[in-house]
């Protein structure tokens, strides 16, 4: 067995240590009215046996990057797969360092299950070992990547910690203007959340079935001095096509539900290669997710936010306000250095220049002034609970769509990162 084998199986072994860690956790939440001992044994019982399991799972993670390190020749942060596959690794830090403080079991029914769907979303890519490209040999690279992931990480505690007390506090039961409001804007979140496990969903039950569909799309640019320039592409999906690329053909395309053709052109605007793809995958990941989302509130008979609100009876929130707030005054510096200075480095070393206003620069920027504002607002203004709590929650999709949409949706000269 090489070195890689062995590490794949370590990433394996680590997904599946994260799931039963997940499952303990639940049992330490809702055994709590059925169990013999006091709901506080059973909770304390469970919750070590849960951070164990997930304590073993981060090890097994732990010994996948370190072997794919030394098997690939070089850090495992070069592009979309070993990214988010690190950046789960430092979430799992991240929450063993803050449960070590606040030890607090049931942070981990909400940490746990986020790391779950990193480690899932990242197997999503390809996940052989590419050689770096000449601006990714350098040093800085792990300097600046490994710093603001894990000030990212940090954050992703507070955004689980923030949930958790929005699942507390909010009252399902209330059906004023002010209650329903926010009863929509939780599930509103937790309906994200069920989209991207339905998108994860949808594409390995599509790769396992072996689905296929090709199309080849011709691109006319007029130069400045008036030529056309042709160039034909060939576009792979992965996913029964709703949307085709514009202008294109059909390869080849394996039937679907009846369809022997997409049902629908992706319009002009849309430029690139992949826009047809992306699209196609989003709209998929929404059909899937309502489905997913629909067979929940069927079988729960009641929103999923309302099914979860029991589950937070004797939590303090206070303390998980505090927590939430603590993860992400940790984060931050840790944020800034890597993802601004330290990136800014690399970007000289790299580029000549500190700054050019690339994407993925501007969404870093971007999320520092997000959580520069939200430092502000907790302790000059006072925002504490609710409004602290959705600050959180908000500032986490800021950091995933710098993470992902940038490297998926944006093109700049990050765009290796999504390969």
Same mark, same amino acid.
């Given at each position: 067995?090489?070195?890689?084998?062995?590490?794949?199986?370590?990433?394996?072994?680590?997904?599946?240590?994260?799931?039963?860690?997940?499952?303990?956790?639940?049992?330490?939440?809702?055994?709590?009215?059925?169990?013999?001992?006091?709901?506080?044994?059973?909770?304390?019982?469970?919750?070590?046996?849960?951070?164990?399991?997930?304590?073993?799972?981060?090890?097994?993670?732990?010994?996948?990057?370190?072997?794919?390190?030394?098997?690939?020749?070089?850090?495992?942060?070069?592009?979309?797969?070993?990214?988010? !596959?690190?950046?789960?690794?430092? %979430?799992?830090? #991240? @929450?063993?360092? *803050?449960?070590?403080?606040?030890?607090? /079991? &049931?942070?981990?029914?909400? !940490?746990?299950?986020?790391?779950? %769907?990193?480690? #899932? @979303?990242?197997? *999503?890519?390809?996940?052989?070992?590419? /050689? &770096?490209?000449?601006?990714?040999?350098?040093?800085?690279?792990? %300097?600046?990547?490994?710093?603001?992931?894990?000030?990212?990480?940090?954050?992703?505690?507070?955004?689980?910690?923030?949930?958790?007390?929005?699942?507390?506090?909010?009252?399902?039961?209330?059906?004023?203007?002010?209650?329903?409001?926010?009863?929509?804007?939780?599930?509103?979140?937790?309906?994200?959340?069920?989209?991207?496990?339905?998108?994860?969903?949808?594409?390995?039950?599509?790769?396992?079935?072996?689905?296929?569909?090709?199309?080849?799309?011709?691109?006319?640019?007029?130069?400045?001095?008036?030529?056309?320039?042709?160039?034909?592409?060939?576009?792979?999906?992965?996913?029964?096509?709703?949307?085709?690329?514009?202008?294109?053909?059909?390869?080849?395309?394996?039937?679907?539900?009846?369809?022997?053709?997409?049902?629908?052109?992706?319009?002009?605007?849309?430029?690139?290669?992949?826009?047809?793809?992306?699209?196609?995958?989003?709209?998929?990941?929404?059909?899937?997710?309502?489905?997913?989302?629909?067979?929940?509130?069927?079988?729960?008979?009641?929103?999923?936010?309302?099914?979860?609100?029991?589950?937070?009876?004797?939590?303090?929130?206070?303390?998980?306000?505090?927590?939430?707030?603590?993860?992400?005054?940790?984060?931050?510096?840790?944020?800034?250095?890597?993802?601004?200075?330290?990136?800014?480095?690399?970007?000289?070393?790299?580029?000549?220049?500190?700054?050019?206003?690339?994407?993925?620069?501007?969404?870093?920027?971007?999320?520092?002034?997000?959580?520069?504002?939200?430092?502000?607002?907790?302790?000059?203004?006072?925002?504490?609970?609710?409004?602290?709590?959705?600050?959180?929650?908000?500032?986490?999709?800021?950091?995933?769509?710098?993470?992902?949409?940038?490297?998926?949706?944006?093109?700049?000269?990050?765009?290796?990162?999504?390969?």
């Amino acid at each position: 067995m090489s070195l890689l084998d062995f590490s794949s199986d370590a990433f394996i072994a680590a997904f599946f240590l994260y799931c039963f860690g997940f499952m303990f956790y639940g049992v330490s939440a809702l055994g709590r009215k059925w169990s013999n001992r006091s709901p506080e044994e059973h909770t304390r019982r469970w919750g070590r046996i849960a951070y164990a399991v997930s304590i073993l799972g981060f090890a097994a993670h732990v010994t996948f990057f370190i072997t794919r390190w030394i098997g690939g020749g070089h850090i495992p942060t070069s592009n979309m797969y070993e990214f988010m !596959t690190f950046l789960a690794m430092a %979430i799992m830090f #991240a @929450f063993v360092v *803050v449960n070590a403080i606040y030890r607090k /079991p &049931l942070l981990g029914l909400f !940490t746990l299950p986020l790391t779950v %769907i990193i480690v #899932a @979303f990242a197997a *999503v890519f390809p996940q052989e070992v590419q /050689p &770096l490209i000449p601006a990714l040999q350098s040093i800085w690279l792990k %300097i600046h990547v490994t710093t603001a992931a894990t000030g990212e990480a940090f954050f992703a505690v507070g955004f689980a910690a923030g949930l958790m007390y929005l699942l507390r506090t909010v009252d399902f039961k209330k059906t004023d203007e002010r209650a329903r409001r926010e009863q929509r804007w939780v599930e509103f979140t937790l309906y994200v959340i069920v989209v991207i496990i339905a998108f994860i969903g949808s594409v390995f039950a599509f790769r396992g079935a072996g689905y296929e569909a090709s199309f080849k799309q011709e691109n006319v640019e007029i130069s400045d001095t008036g030529v056309d320039n042709t160039t034909t592409e060939t576009v792979e999906y992965s996913l029964p096509p709703i949307f085709k690329p514009y202008n294109s053909q059909v390869v080849s395309m394996d039937a679907f539900l009846g369809f022997k053709e997409p049902l629908m052109e992706t319009p002009h605007w849309m430029k690139g290669v992949n826009a047809a793809r992306k699209l196609n995958t989003i709209t998929w990941s929404v059909i899937n997710g309502t489905i997913l989302y629909g067979l929940l509130r069927l079988v729960l008979r009641k929103r999923i936010g309302a099914a979860i609100h029991p589950l937070m009876d004797g939590i303090d929130e206070d303390d998980i306000d505090e927590i939430s707030y603590r993860a992400i005054a940790i984060g931050y510096p840790i944020f800034m250095l890597g993802a601004l200075i330290f990136a800014m480095i690399w970007a000289y070393i790299a580029w000549s220049r500190f700054w050019g206003w690339d994407p993925k620069e501007v969404w870093a920027l971007i999320t520092w002034l997000y959580y520069t504002a939200y430092l502000h607002l907790r302790l000059s203004r006072g925002w504490h609970g609710a409004k602290s709590a959705w600050l959180a929650v908000i500032g986490f999709v800021v950091v995933m769509f710098t993470l992902i949409g940038v490297n998926l949706v944006l093109v700049g000269l990050h765009s290796y990162a999504g390969v």
